[in-house]
């Protein structure tokens, strides 16, 4: 199977978690983009969507989902979602899309968060892939100088603009031993709105498309009779 159809059965697996009447979180990226097209088949079951994205809300309407204000929702259920890497702690780098803040704060909302990823995703360390840093465009340079002092090399992600009128630097060659430490001293950087880390509230569940198969791992025993 190519990397594309591994995305396709993990995100397919994400659909058995998802409770009837729910409010359903869905994240940003090629592996969500098939959770879409899966959850489509249980559209008439859900009670909506809310999305972490433009780009996911106004596929989400395209389809003929209801689509609610983050603000309008007090409980979310779940929330599905992608990852760039992914750990055994379930620790995840996010926002190769650019939509990391938009995804932090839905994850923060939703009571579980599932991680669907094909197998290259996984590591033992984080850090490989440069970790994606939403940035107050004024406070650029600043943070920039701030990521090479913690040892980073940040790389000005061109063109981007994020769905909040901000920047991104992608730090490279950052060997992530501590990823819930880092991910807060990232974020206490004056003009940093959040960093690509999900370490501090990891994924709950991680559905990894492979060769053999989804592999399912939930570290959390209690989450594991959800099933
Ligand atoms: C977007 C994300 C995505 O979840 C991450 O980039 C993985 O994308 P894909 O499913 O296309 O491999 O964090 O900001």
């Not at 992530?176 to 001293?185: N, Y």
């Not at 206490?188 to 959040?194: K, R, S, Y």
Request: aromatic share 6%; proline share 5%.
């Amino acid at each position: 199977m190519n990397h594309n159809q591994l995305k396709k059965i993990a995100a397919e697996a994400a659909l058995k978690y998802i409770p009837e009447n729910s409010v359903v979180g869905v994240g940003t990226g090629s592996t969500v983009n098939y959770f879409i097209d899966a959850l489509l088949t249980i559209k008439h079951k859900i009670a909506g969507t809310v999305a972490s994205s433009k780009v996911t809300a106004v596929k989400l309407k395209e389809l003929g989902f209801t689509v609610i204000d983050p603000n309008s929702v007090d409980e979310l259920s779940i929330y599905v979602d992608g990852a760039d890497e992914v750990n055994n702690s379930l620790q995840m780098i996010k926002g190769g899309g650019a939509a990391l803040t938009g995804e932090k704060i839905i994850a923060a909302i939703a009571k579980k968060f599932i991680c669907i990823a094909d197998i290259s995703k996984k590591v033992q360390i984080l850090g490989k892939f440069p970790l994606p840093v939403e940035v107050i465009p004024i406070a650029r340079s600043y943070v920039a100088r701030t990521m090479v002092k913690l040892g980073g090399f940040p790389v000005y992600r061109e063109g981007v603009v994020t769905d909040y009128g901000n920047t991104i630097l992608d730090i490279w060659n950052l060997e992530i031993l501590e990823p819930a430490k880092l991910e807060q001293t990232i974020n206490n950087i004056p003009g940093v709105v959040t960093n690509g880390l999900f370490a501090v509230k990891p994924a709950d569940i991680l559905l990894l498309g492979t060769e053999d198969g989804v592999v399912t791992t939930i570290p959390n025993p209690a989450l594991a009779l959800l099933v």
